[in-house]
Each structure stands twice: as structure tokens, then as C-alpha cells.
């Protein structure tokens, strides 16, 4: 397509292997099927905010200042984080004669995260025997004695790449990318919950140009009109300024699925716990709790799985599912703002005239991945996938899924003091990136 020229070209000289060389730096993003992927985080390791995301056709380019052996990181929710070197994004020197040069892009593959806990649980058959009160009781005891031993108790501080991207009838529509730093605070906790601070850094929202100009139309257009003066002007105003909707999401996805807490408060009632072997030395422990308010027109329920060495008792991952219902007798009627934002995944002008909410249904999967640095357990990834299915009035129905992972680029665990007030409330100016 005309569109994807991407050729790689060095847009300095090449100095000695020890410079930085100003470049361009392509390439394509595919699945082990070969399939494009779109909306890929791609970002040097030194400086994720030079980064960029991958398009509908799995194509990715940006320029940076890099060495030709530092790392450059391609991830995407549900595969494998892929790391390879600059140089491997380089094809064209000054010295090439482009119109001589065949262009074709480096492909590079990611391969499905081996995480998929849910589906390893369900075929899993628990061991009657280990579903024993005392032996379950004994084994829980020791997996909590573990993670007393491995979770410090010290300040850290976390940079972390956040995506979290919307779909909405089987496409994206949009990613955030936000860059942060996040501090976390043991000693001040509450509710045995750790404190956490949120920084962010950098922030690009990456649109398809067509999602974008119809996203524009909605805020600023016809479908705006309706409102009175004043609402549309505090419309408008929320809209761009809006800080601090987005870092809302990001912060709460680093604090979901608080495994050391969560397993504390539920360790004590056995009756709720069971156990499976699984395979390469690992056993998977899993809570069930089924929440119910409201006479029954709210229910939710969690599954929580930790992925356990059968030999040691540490907690290798952790896995958290949960289904909720929500039932609204007569339905509620969505104010002006709500049903803008419903218009953006693209509800009619006449349905969204009647739309009345009366049920929601959905689905929320976490998976989380820890490291160990000076004999301790930190954070070092999160996915997440929610799948929610909004029904109206009138038979309307939405189904909306936002998709977003969390990997963490360094750690600091020495010399970490808490951030400023100005440090965490400071706005953050978006980038938008419209992706062809």
C-alpha cells in the first residue's frame, strides 16, 4: 500500500560503535500465524517515550538516537514481550541507493503469552485427597510464610509502559500509551493494602485516522449541539483537560489484583480453596468467592489462581477472574456526557436518543507476572481483558473491550522517597498519533 513505505534510513552518518546514530527504525509486528498485529507497543528500552504503536497492518516506524546494540522492546497483550537489537530495525544507509533498494520490512514474531490460566485450571483435576481441610490448611500456611519471606517490606519505585487500549465491534478504535513512575509505600498502608503514588511522564494517544476524525466530530460537531451553552461548554472543557480520566485507568490497573493482601484476607476459610497439580514442578491454588447485593441485582464472581512451585511454595504468578451481572429494575437514563462518549463506539443517533441502561454483563481476566531482584519478589508485568456487554432499552446492546498491559522498565529499590504532591497532581499534555 502507498502508505507503508517504511524505509529504514540513517538520517546521520555513521560514527565510531561507541555514538549514538540518529535513525529511522521500521519494521512489521505479526503473530505466530503470520497475522498483523495491530496497536503493538514498540519503544526503545532507554526512552520508551520515543516509542510508537504498530498500525492495522502490523507496520511500526519511529526515529530515535540509538546505538546499534541497544534494546528496542515490541510487546502486545496476550503474547510474549520480544526484545531485539536496534541495528536489527536498520536497512538503509546514506550510502545505498534507494531507488536501487527492494524494501522488505524485518518482520518480527510474537509468540502467545503461556499464561492463559483460566483454560490451565478448568482442565485441571483436583487432587481429593490435597482438598483436605488440614492439608489444604497446612499448604496455604506455607505459601503465606513464603510470600511474608519474599515480598519486601521497602519503598520501590517502578517506571512502567501502560497501554490500554478500547475496542468496539471487533476493532480498535484508539490506544493510550502513558509512561509513569509509580512509588510504592508498605509502611504507610491501610488496610493492609500497600500505598501507592502515580507520576505520569509521557502520554500519546494513538487513533486510526478514521476513528479519529469521527471521535472529532462527535465532540466538537453535530452530536454535541444538543446540549445546552453551559453544559456543552463544561462538556468540551472535561474533554480537554481531562487528565486525569486516563491516569485513573493506569494507576488502577498497577493496583488491581493485590495477590499478598488478597490472599491474607481469604487464607483462614479452606472451604472456598482448591488445589491442582500442573505440570514442570508447578501446583495452582484457587479461591472462589461469590459476592450478591442488593437482593440479588448486583452479583460478581472471583476466581483467584496463584501458580505455586510445588517444591518451594513460591508464588510464581498469579491469575484473577471475575464475572459480574448487574440488574437495573426500570433502567437508568444516561446524562448528555455518557451518552456522548456511548456515540463514540458507534451507536446510532437514534438509538442513542432512547438508549436507557438496564443491564451490564461482563467478564474481567488479570494476569500478573513477578521478578526477583536482591532476593525479592517485585511486579513486572500485567494484562488485562474486559469484556462487557452494556444492554439497553429497546434491545439496544454495546459491547465494549478495553485491553491493557503494564510492564515495568526499571525498578529502584534503594534511596526511594515519596513523591511530591506537585509531583502526582501535575497535568499531563497528551500526544496524538494518528496511525495510517
Known sequence: MKNYK??????LCIGSLGSLTAATFSGRVVDEKGAPIAYATVYPEIAPEWGTATNNDGFFSFEANLMPDMKIIISFIG?????????????????DDPSSFQLSPFTFVLKEQPIALQETVVAAKPSKQKNKRK???????????????????????YQVVSDVRMNAENSTWGMEQMIANIVVLPEQAMEGRDSVQFQGRYCKRFFDAEKRAQADSILAGDAIERLEKKQKEKFMRKAANAVDSGVVVHRALFAMGN???????????????TVSNESEGETVLTHTQKVSKYLGLFQMTF?????VDSETFAVRRFSEHAEVKVTIPFGIKLNAEQLQMLNLVNMSEQNIEKFRLKKLRGSVDLNTIYQRQDGHVYLLEKNMVSNIRILGSKKAEIPLVVKATQRVTSLQTQGVTPLSPSQ?????????????
Open 303 to 307: 476466581q483467584r489462581h496463584y501458580i
Open 135 to 157: 492439608q489444604m490448611a497446612a499448604l496455604l500456611h506455607a505459601v503465606y510464610v513464603k510470600l511474608e519471606e519474599e515480598f519486601p517490606d521497602n519503598n520501590a519505585q
Open 6 to 11: 517504511f524505509i529504514l534510513a540513517f538520517v
Open 424 to 436: 502526582i497532581t501535575r497535568r499531563l499534555k497528551r500526544e496524538i498519533v494518528e496511525i495510517y
Open 79 to 95: 503474547y510474549e514481550k520480544t526484545t531485539i537489537r536496534a541495528n536489527e530495525c536498520q536497512v538503509l544507509s546514506p550510502s
Open 259 to 273: 495477590m499478598r493482601y488478597d490472599f491474607e484476607q481469604t487464607m483462614t476459610d479452606t472451604r472456598h480453596w
